[in-house]
């Protein structure tokens, strides 16, 4: 029981560090994002317009799976019910594969392919967090 606790207590420390490499890594690929559409579209006027244009444009579309994921995990790590070791690990497996860089033909990983290529602290993020993701459980 005790190795359990303890690969439990580690798995739930990743899990934490890779929500907060994910927040980071988010609010910069949402920079990255804005600055390509102002160069098509014009200038961004408010934060009220960028929220808006977040939440409803088709361009940043490609950007709302890695939203939800992190309010998953929030929603997970909050919980009054204990998070087992399963659930931590199946959260982990899906970053792993929501960053997956892979699978071609999809919105999501080609648009984080060319964000990761034209921005360096998109390619940062993503090196901190593909890390994290790496390591296994003690």
């Not at 899906?94 to 034209?118: C, D, H, M, W």
């Amino acid at each position: 029981m005790e190795a359990h606790s303890s690969s439990l207590e580690f798995t739930l420390q990743q899990l934490r560090e890779v929500r907060a490499v994910l927040l980071r890594l988010h609010k910069a690929l949402l920079e990255s994002e804005r600055v390509v559409y102002e160069q098509f579209y014009g200038r961004i006027q408010s934060k009220g317009e960028f929220f808006r244009l977040v939440v409803d444009h088709e361009w940043f579309s490609w950007l709302r799976p890695i939203s939800q994921f992190i309010v998953q995990i929030d929603e997970t790590l909050s919980s009054k019910e204990p998070v087992t070791l399963n659930q931590a690990n199946e959260l982990l497996e899906e970053a792993r594969k929501l960053l997956s860089l892979g699978e071609e033909g999809t919105a999501v990983p080609n648009r984080y392919y060319r964000a990761i290529q034209r921005d360096p602290d998109v390619a940062l993020l993503h090196g901190e967090v593909s890390k994290l993701l790496q390591q296994e459980g003690r």
